[in-house]
Each structure stands twice: as C-alpha cells, then as structure tokens.
C-alpha cells in the first residue's frame, strides 16, 4: 500500500523508488483462533480507520479519543474554536494535538460581526435584568 503524506512540518520524506512524501506500508499476517480449535491465517496492512468531524459540527458531543489540529486555517476561514476541540474527549489523556501550532493563532480576535452580535446579547440581558430585579 503506498501512502501519500499531506504535510507541512518541513522534514523531506524520501525513499528511493517513490515520489516525495510517498511512503509505502508492508502488510502483515496474522492467525486468530475460533472457539472450535480452527485457526484463520489472514493477511492485512497495519492501518486504523479514521473518521474526521470540524469542530461545528461535534459541539456538545463526546469521544473515547481525540486528536486535534489546532493550527490555523489557510484562507478565508475563521478561525476554529480551540475550546470545542480541546474539549470533546472524556479525559486528557485520551486528547492528542495532531501538528505543532502557534499560541497566536488561538489569539486571533473575533470578527466585527460576531462582536456586535455579543454586544448586543448582553444589552438584552442587562434590560431583562433591570425589568425583573
């Protein structure tokens, strides 16, 4: 199985005979016993299945296990919500941090249009309080 890495960290991958950052995986063989003392032999490549969701679409849902990426969108999109990722995994021990990432890209202010929104809130809020205070 060749495997095309999609990566920014800056280290070359190259092996003689494949294209940059292409790796390729070995399978493996393995044998497993039935309960009626049969054996099965297969073979397989060492691989785990992913899913991926965006951090939208998992708030208020939690996983055995996750691996966030922090860093910062390229273009035109906003910023992800460092909180809903960092906090979808039932213990810290089951959270990993995909690629290294830059304190400022968590910093980075909110946009103009969701200010307003917050503003707004909390001058509703405020009068609701003085009617019922």
Known sequence: MLVKLNHDVGVPVNFPGLPPS????????????????????????????????????????????????????TGLCPSASPYVQLSRARARHRLSILRPFSTDELLSPLPEELQLELKWQEQRADETESLYA
């Open 22 to 73: 292409v790796i390729g995986i070995q399978p493996t063989e393995g044998m497993r016993y039935t309960n009626r003392n049969k054996s099965v032999t297969f073979t397989q490549f060492p691989v785990s299945l992913a899913y991926a969701i965006t951090d939208y679409k998992c708030q208020g849902q939690t996983f055995n296990w996750v691996i966030v990426d922090l860093k910062k969108p």
